[in-house]
Nanobody, 124 residues
């Protein structure tokens, strides 16, 4: 079983930056991709960004393009989400996820392992 542990959330002001980290551990595994999703209060969980493990191809939701950057460190089994120019509407719990099959990187159904989430609050 793969375990994912997120860190780096917090309370910031609009325009600030944060970097989230997600460390993967557990039995030997082969990740095809890792992603970040988020869920705001009263809303459904939504895709934020994904990165394929081997080639490093990246995918972003339109709402974060140009502001967020996803990256991975294969040696550390860690994925990062650099969030710049944060807005109050970015406030949410952010979840890391790992996919062990090839699929639709934008879909929650592709991902089989999930972290516990880290809270990001952006004040105006």
């Amino acid at each position: 079983q793969v375990q994912l542990v997120e860190s780096g959330g917090g309370l910031v002001q609009a325009g600030d930056s944060l970097r989230l980290s997600c460390a993967a551990s557990g039995r030997p595994f082969r990740n095809y991709a890792m992603a970040w999703f988020r869920q705001a209060p009263g809303k459904e969980r939504e895709f934020v960004a994904a990165v394929t493990w081997v080639r490093g191809n990246t995918y972003y939701a339109d709402s974060v393009k140009g502001r967020f950057t996803i990256s991975r460190d294969n040696a550390k089994n860690t994925v990062y989400l650099q969030m710049n120019s944060l807005k109050p509407e970015d406030t949410a719990d952010y979840y890391c996820a790992a996919a062990q099959i090839v699929g639709d990187w934008y879909s929650q159904a592709t991902y089989v392992a999930w972290g516990q989430g880290t809270q990001v609050t952006v004040s105006s």
